[in-house]
């Protein structure tokens, strides 16, 4: 009975001193939020959409031209391959699904590693 | 849902424009406390914004815009984090927090222990004792943010609650005190 007192207090006592901790980071916080920080005017804000805007667009032609082309090339390969040398497409095919199968494995087996 | 967030969605470059200059302020001020650097608050906030840009689309409106601007935010500074630590040029975090004290101290500003203390943690304890104890978000946001369950979240706050406590010497005399009652039994 003694020895469970003890416990609670130490556990009373404890969330005193975190509760004062956390008060004291209150402060600390509180005095990064009164630190004046410099606001750019409007035109600026809107100068910096635009260019983001734009750049967005010119990433995306981009990336929808590499897609295109790549695309046009494994498609075009595959078609060659499966009419001339239909061995070559069949073992292109089986080498593909076992690598995507393995690459999956391993990345399921890391993420569930790190997890624990 | 705000007439400005629904022009900014349309794309009207006015909209985005007004909506962070009214936002700036918090977000720089909410990265630099997690950065505890006022140079990598503000460079992450115009890394956050353009990323706002890019997926505002995403915004369905259930919370805050703030509130979406601290889960980009956040997750900017973790990516930046990672990349710096991948690089093998991290400096560690207590280098970084001085230029803040620096600016602290040029401004005649009193620097505070728990910043002292809140600095030396690395930043996946930091950010969650902020969000938590500061801005009030719950462990399962925080969580999702971090992508983290909320008990990782919950552990890593309670930790470094008990080491800022440590650094702070909260509870040295009362340990000492248990010690001393201890031995006299």
């Not at chain 1, 916080?29 to 750019?40: G, M």
């Not at chain 2, 650097?37 to 369905?60: F, G, S, V």
């Not at chain 2, 973790?78 to 620096?102: A, T």
Request: aromatic share 10%.
């Amino acid at each position: 009975m003694k020895k469970q007192k003890v416990i609670i207090l130490n556990s009373e006592e404890q969330n005193k001193q975190d509760f004062d901790a956390i008060h004291e980071l209150h402060e600390g916080l509180n005095k990064i939020d009164q630190f004046p920080v410099y606001t750019p005017n409007l035109q600026w804000f809107e100068q910096m959409v635009v260019e983001e805007q734009q750049h967005t667009r010119r990433k995306l032609i981009r990336d929808l031209s590499v897609f295109f082309i790549v695309a046009f090339i494994i498609i075009s390969g595959m078609l060659v391959s499966l009419y001339q040398m239909p061995t070559i497409f069949v073992i292109v095919q089986i080498i593909t699904t076992i690598f995507i199968a393995s690459y999956t494995s391993v990345r399921l087996i890391k993420k569930a590693t790190r997890n624990e | 849902m705000d007439a400005l967030i629904k022009n900014a969605k349309e794309g009207d470059h006015l909209a985005f424009a007004m909506l962070f200059k009214e936002n700036y302020p918090f977000l720089v001020k909410y990265l630099m406390k997690i950065t505890m650097n006022p140079d990598t608050a503000e460079e992450l906030a115009q890394e956050t914004m353009a990323k706002c840009i890019q997926k505002i689309h995403l915004y369905n409106g259930q919370s805050k815009f703030t509130t979406w601007l601290v889960s980009i935010a956040t997750n900017s500074y973790i990516d930046q984090c990672r990349k710096k630590k991948k690089e093998k040029n991290w400096k560690g975090q207590e280098e970084v927090f001085r230029k803040l004290k620096w600016h602290f101290e040029s401004r005649n500003e009193e620097w505070n222990d728990a910043l002292d203390a809140l600095g030396k943690l690395p930043e996946d304890v930091r950010i969650p004792i902020i969000l938590k104890h500061y801005y009030g978000y719950s462990y399962d946001e925080i969580g999702e943010w971090m992508k983290l369950s909320p008990g990782t979240v919950k552990s890593r706050v309670h930790n470094g609650i008990r080491s800022v406590r440590r650094e702070l010497k909260l509870g040295e005399e009362t340990e000492s005190h248990y010690t001393e009652q201890r031995r006299t039994k």
